[in-house]
């Protein structure tokens, strides 16, 4: 009987906890994460009586979760999915209504700027239209500003939302190491409070629509949580420990962001943090923000270089080269928001093109030309450009070598604009020549070239010249209004009045002082005899020198060349009607003289080696010639030449020229000096030393003291001491060398040193130079003594080539020998060295401020047809011809080219036409530029050949298409999703139906077990009642 | 299978909420009139509409473009054919000079009114546009292009720049005619026997000052030269009739292209009405139908019959 009560008390106990779990579930029917409990009953182990088990009731062994893991895990991860996607859609759409309105969008400015460019292409000169032009192009800059603005504030927006995301999720993390924190209590996930449980798998399911989550759970139900690609990476709950998630801008590219756990202290770079708000927050970033934004920017940098480009190739309303339109902020990258409109003054918009031609108005044809300008590539010309070959250094250790054997040698190219370019030419040989040549065949400084020297250059390949140049000589070393483009060329030897800046005490600046030009030679050659320099040769500023001849038996020194300079030049002596007289101080007898006579009969009287005796000797060869001249010669009472024309012919004007003075203003002196640092110099040596005045100078030994020379002082002492004997004084100079150099009588002397060991055949003494004739230097400059006389003021010095004059010459008389070409270089000109062996050439120049197409704008040019097949090309203002060339009048249609610039004929020209080329510079009504402003609308400008607005409205497109695609994602995983929560409800949901007939169910079994106890009750009385 | 409660109610709700949610996008495609609200909502179809626009807006520019342009062309027609009818009544003039029978006095009557034709072509070449812009100045357009020299001889100081603006997508029209173009020089040949051109206003010039000195071979040589000066005043007049052509057809291709991306945009963008009433409906009676299923399933439990 016992059993039965116990039986069913069992039961009733068991069914009343049944309905108490069901109770829970109807309870909890609303609440969020709840899942469904289940009681276990369970049979209690049966007693074994006799052969047979009997059942001894129910048991209540446990409140089951409703719970399958995997759809757990499913939904979350679906979530994590779906979560990602609705970013992407929102923000997508976000900025395709930015980008793609008309009214914020880019297009419709950029067809508005367009729009104006093209009204002001149809009358540029209206000051109205070029306000609405520039109106628009700021319109346009402002819609790129705010457009960049626009995309900032979503970024902005999706910055802060990242943040928020990131903490949410930290939070929840926190949550979730605090629940574990409870269930280590316990050490069996099945003994874990089902609420526990239920708080742990909804904080996951939280967490997973921020980011995509690895789970793992330890056998009490803890929850290991990662956001890494495996469950070891990227932890963020770890049992009661958790690491924070941050996101912080790359470092790498500011448009992406990185997403770092632990960030203040064990920092973990997360690589796959994909999934969840976060991953979609980070692919909308990088997918979207930032394509978006570097599109934009590239974009406004294309317009702007594309704009720039045009507007800079154009003239504006004032005549001048137009500035850029846009321009990006200073310090700012160059991008969409940093664009500027930089032009305000409407006169200031660039419409018209740089160059124009004009027909001259007395051109007999009616034949009209167009223009078009291509730089011409100055690099690919032979020989290279000035700056690629020489250093600018005009020091002849910066030299190049002009290789010896070759008839010409190409040297370089001296671009149009060089600023005061100099080349010089050293160690040239006999014959050799420094030659300049325009590239249009103009030979403006040299020597006339050969037949073959001409013929060689004009077969050269690759050619120097311009294709169909043809050679021209009218402007070879001219000067002054005859010269090429009037401009200052000059071969030889020059020297200038330099200017030194000067400052008051104050500060203040004053005037420049002026220093007299100085031509100051190096030692001369050694070893000149007999005639040096041959009359005509050379000339000394506009005058021609006489001949320079070493006296016979002797070595010329440098006192010669002085006193040949200041004596030789050729000069009019004389010129009258009848008679003539010339003062017998003014005669150099050791030179030629010409004497022109009746009807200009010249004859030219050469003295005889040494020179004419005296001035009879001289009458007598003028006499001579009377046969020619009609001029006869005597002395007269002041001991002048007196001339006289025959009588008869007394009526006719008489001229002698004579190489009999110097040249006006200039004086030239020679000076021999040796210096020697005051460490070079020998102190236990002696030194023989003396000057060459032919017998009178004796050679003296110098014999240093026992100790030796004590310094350079005590040599120089013992120098002056001998200067009577050998004509050498001596100085200590002011860094401590010693300066030997001629008493001034004795200026420009050769001086002796010696002597040298017997052993070795060197130098062997005081000074440690090898024994022989030190030569002395020549310097010209500016004659002060005729400067009070009132002379006119000489501005430059220059000893220059004549016909038979080579640079070899000069470098004899210890001057080097360079091509000037002053200020800017009238044309592009090549540097050539005619005449065979070795030399080296070295430079200095400026390159030139303007470019090529602003100096053929600042110049022009002038096209003329000089026949049918030929033209000529003038400079405008000095009618220089700068090139002529052959023409075909056949060619379909006729063009020819100049400097780059190609004139296209509407047919062929007529001898005599003409055609200006110049700089448009008030050609206020042409709109060329403007009308390529308005073709860049339809310019396929951009990678993949795309106009302006195409590029964008592609960008848009694309932007478009992703969140079209996230869209059809997020359709598709909502159905994913749906899916997982319908089974998870399925599994672990509470129907109120299903728990309506548990509850019942649980009912009767309690009210069937409790009439069991009834029954019980009744047996028990029965039995009770028994008597 | 089971189905939660609350599972029952979730999917009740949204459902009905995506229902309203396309009835709104509807509501506002009817209140609007347009098939895309916001560029977000079809980005191919909102591309190709900006792209249309902006067709249409060029086709504009290009109607404006022409209009200023004709206005120009009709300038440059009047002053050439005014011109050319002075040209006609200085041959005309010319000739009656050449008359040897005339008196000293009617050939200075005859001079005075060649004079007179003269200043008023002069005045004519040096017409200007509404904007007081040469018409025959090539670039120099804010200079007179004909002026008089010390000598009062007048010389063209105008350029050859010859503007062209764009009427179409590939079509370039003239826009000006240099003076030298229209008022052509004549060639005379020199002792030498080399060619040299002569200005258009000189060569009247000597025209009026033979008839002065009553010199027949150089009025007649004028009167020769008249007729070439003539032929460039034809020649530039047909050009601007070329011109004012080729201004009609542009013009007509450009209303063409305009009404037909206008039609084609109005496919694009406008909303089909029919269809989106249709539409409007049909979800509304969805809505209706959900709202109400919904409420009377929800009403649906087996609490309801436990008592």
């Known amino acids: 009987m016992s059993d039965l009560v116990g039986i069913s008390s069992g039961a009733v106990q068991a069914y009343q906890r049944a309905l108490g779990v069901v109770s829970n579930n109807i309870a909890n029917v609303g609440t969020e994460g709840y899942t469904r409990q289940v009681s276990d009953l369970a049979a209690t182990a049966p007693r074994r009586i006799g052969q047979a088990f009997l059942g001894t009731g129910v048991e209540f062994q446990a409140i089951r979760r409703s719970v399958d893991e995997f759809i757990q895990q499913n939904m979350r991860n679906s979530n994590s999915d779906l979560a990602a996607q609705s970013p992407l859609v929102d923000y997508a759409n976000r900025v395709v209504d930015i980008m793609g309105s008309e009214d914020s969008g880019l297009t419709t400015a950029m067809n508005r700027f367009f729009a104006s460019a093209r009204e002001l292409s149809a009358d540029p000169a209206s000051s109205i239209l070029r306000a609405a032009f520039l109106r628009d192009a700021d319109g346009l800059t402002s819609r790129f500003n705010e457009l960049s603005g626009q995309l900032q504030a979503v970024a902005d927006e999706v910055g802060q939302y990242m943040n928020t995301a990131a903490a949410e999720l930290n939070t929840l993390a926190g949550q979730l190491a605090a629940v574990n924190g409870q269930l280590s209590r316990r050490d069996d996930a099945a003994k874990q409070p089902a609420s526990l449980l239920d708080e742990r798998d909804l904080l996951l399911q939280k967490m997973s629509g921020l980011a995509k989550l690895k789970v793992g759970y330890a056998a009490n139900g803890e929850a290991t949580v990662s956001v890494g690609t495996t469950l070891s990476k990227g932890v963020l709950v770890d049992g009661q420990d958790t690491r924070p998630v941050a996101l912080v801008p790359s470092a790498a590219n500011p448009n992406r962001v990185d997403a770092l756990v632990d960030p203040y202290g064990d920092k973990e770079a997360v690589q796959g943090l994909t999934g969840g708000e976060l991953g979609g927050l980070l692919s909308l970033k990088e997918q979207i923000l930032a394509p978006a934004n570097v599109g934009l920017d590239h974009l406004a940098q294309v317009v702007a270089r594309e704009v720039n480009a045009i507007h800079t190739d154009a003239l504006d309303g004032y005549g001048q080269i137009g500035q850029p339109l846009f321009a990006f902020e200073q310090g700012e990258p160059e991008g969409a928001a940093s664009l500027r409109l930089v032009v305000d003054d409407p006169r200031r918009v660039a419409t018209a093109a740089l160059f124009r031609v004009i027909e001259s108005p007395s051109n007999p044809s009616q034949v009209r030309a167009d223009w078009s300008y291509t730089q011409p590539d100055a690099s690919a010309w032979h020989p290279s450009l000035l700056q690629t070959t020489l250093a600018n250094n005009p020091d002849t250790t910066q030299s190049v070598s002009v290789a010896p054997g070759q008839n010409l040698s190409l040297i370089t190219t001296v671009e149009q604009g060089t600023q005061d370019a100099v080349i010089y030419l050293d160690q040239a040989q006999p014959g050799q020549q420094l030659q300049v040549l325009t590239r249009s065949g103009v030979h403006l400084l040299g020597q006339p070239l050969s037949l073959d020297q001409a013929a060689t250059l004009q077969t050269l390949m690759p050619s120097p010249l311009d294709p169909g140049a043809q050679l021209n000589t009218q402007y070879l070393n001219q000067t002054g209004e005859k010269a090429f483009m009037h401009a200052d060329l000059f071969i030889g030897a020059k020297a200038q009045p330099t200017a030194v800046q000067q400052f008051a005490p104050g500060g203040e600046p004053l005037e420049d002082a002026i220093t007299d030009a100085l031509l100051q030679g190096s030692a001369i050659a050694g070893g000149l005899t007999g005639e040096v320099v041959p009359a005509q040769s050379l000339k000394l500023n506009h005058f021609a020198m006489g001949a320079l001849v070493a006296p016979s038996g002797a070595e010329l020194q440098a006192s010669d060349i002085a006193t040949w300079l200041n004596t030789a030049a050729v000069r009019p002596l004389g010129r009258a009607v009848g008679n003539l007289t010339i003062a017998a101080s003014a005669l150099n007898l050791q030179q030629e003289f010409n004497v022109t006579g009746h009807q200009s009969a010249t004859a030219g009287i050469a003295p005889p080696a040494g020179g004419f005796a005296d001035i009879n000797a001289l009458v007598d060869a003028v006499n001579a010639y009377t046969g020619l001249t009609k001029v006869q010669a005597s002395v007269d009472a002041n001991g002048d030449l007196a001339l006289a024309l025959q009588s008869g012919f007394a009526s006719s004007e008489m001229a002698v020229v004579g190489n009999a003075a110097g040249v006006p203003g200039l004086v030239a002196s020679a000076r021999t000096a040796i210096e020697i640092p005051a460490q070079q110099l020998n102190p236990t040596k002696s030194l023989v030393l003396y000057g060459r005045q032919a017998g009178a100078n004796q050679a003296v030994t110098l014999t240093p003291p026992v100790a030796g020379w004590a310094d350079a002082r005590a040599l120089a002492d013992a120098v002056i001491a001998a200067s009577a004997q050998t004509g050498v004084t001596a100085h200590v100079g002011l860094e401590g060398q010693l300066v030997l150099s001629n008493l001034p009588e004795f200026a420009g002397e050769d001086i002796y040193i010696g002597p040298n060991s017997p052993v070795t055949g060197r130098g062997d003494n005081a000074l440690g130079l090898d024994a022989g004739w030190q030569k002395g230097a020549v310097s010209i400059t500016r004659d002060q003594t005729q400067l009070m006389a009132g002379a006119e003021t000489v501005a430059d010095i220059r000893l220059g080539l004549l016909e038979a004059g080579s640079p070899f010459l000069i470098n004899q008389l210890g001057m080097r020998a360079a091509a000037y070409l002053d200020r800017s270089a009238p044309a592009d000109a090549m540097v050539f060295v005619t005449g065979e062996g070795s030399a080296s050439v070295s430079a200095s120049y400026r390159t030139s401020d303007l470019s090529v197409k602003d100096q053929l704008r600042a110049q022009g040019f002038e096209v003329k047809f000089t026949t049918m097949d030929r033209y000529v090309v003038l400079d405008p203002t000095t009618q220089t011809q700068l090139a002529e060339q052959v023409f075909d009048p056949h060619a379909r249609p006729p063009s020819l080219t100049y400097r780059g610039m190609t004139l296209t004929l509407t047919s062929a020209p007529m001898p005599g036409d003409r055609f200006v080329v110049d700089g448009n510079d008030d050609g206020v009504g042409d709109n060329r530029a403007m009308l390529s402003l308005v073709q860049l609308q339809d310019a396929k400008v951009l990678p993949g050949d795309k106009t302006l607005v195409d590029a964008y409205i592609d960008q848009v497109s694309a932007i478009g298409n992703l969140s079209r695609q996230a869209k059809v994602a997020q359709d598709a995983l909502t159905v994913v999703y749906d899916q997982a929560v319908q089974a998870r409800e399925e599994s672990s949901g509470v129907s109120l139906d299903e728990e309506a007939a548990d509850l019942i169910r649980y009912q009767q079994a309690y009210q069937a077990s409790a009439k069991v106890m009834q029954t019980a009750s009744t047996l028990f009385d029965a039995i009770l009642a028994v008597r | ?307």
Not at chain 2, 45 to 54: D, E, G, P, S, V
Not at chain 2, 108 to 115: K, P
Not at chain 2, 277 to 295: C, G, V, Y
């Open chain 2, 1 to 307: 299978m089971k189905v939660s409660t609350s599972y029952l109610f979730d999917r009740g709700t949204s459902q009905m909420a995506d229902v309203q949610n396309r009835l709104a996008k509807i509501q506002a495609q009817v209140a609007q009139g347009k098939q895309v609200i916001a560029p977000s909502d079809a980005p191919e179809q909102a591309a190709t509409i900006q792209r249309l626009k902006a067709v249409v807006a060029k086709q504009d520019d290009f109607l404006n473009t022409m209009e200023a342009a004709n206005y120009r062309l009709q300038a440059e027609e009047s002053a050439l054919s005014a011109v050319s009818d002075g040209l006609l009544r200085v041959r005309e003039l010319a000739i009656q000079a050449a008359n040897d029978t005339l008196s000293p006095v009617d050939r200075q009557a005859l001079a005075l009114e060649m004079q007179g034709l003269r200043d008023q072509m002069v005045s004519l070449a040096n017409g200007t546009d509404a904007d007081g812009h040469y018409l025959f100045a090539g670039g120099r357009s804010d200079q007179s292009p004909y002026t008089y020299d010390a000598q009062g001889r007048v010389s063209y100081v105008g350029d050859q720049t010859r503007i062209k603006v764009l009427v179409g997508d590939q079509r370039l029209l003239a826009l000006n005619r240099p003076g030298s173009d229209a008022f052509t020089r004549v060639q005379r040949t020199d002792m030498q026997g080399q060619a040299y051109g002569v200005g258009f206003f000189e060569v009247v010039d000597d025209l009026i000052a033979a008839v002065k000195d009553v010199n027949q071979p150089l009025i007649q040589r004028g009167a020769d030269e008249l007729e070439g000066l003539q032929d460039g005043i034809s020649l530039a007049l047909a050009q601007v009739g070329t011109d004012m052509n080729v201004v009609d057809a542009q013009r007509r291709v450009a209303e063409d292209t305009k009404l037909r991306m206008q039609t084609l945009l109005s496919s694009v963008e406008d909303l089909d009405y029919a269809e989106a009433i249709t539409q409007m409906n049909k979800e509304m009676l969805a809505l209706e139908a959900a709202q109400s299923s919904f409420a009377k399933i929800a009403q649906l439990n087996l609490f309801n019959y436990i008592n």
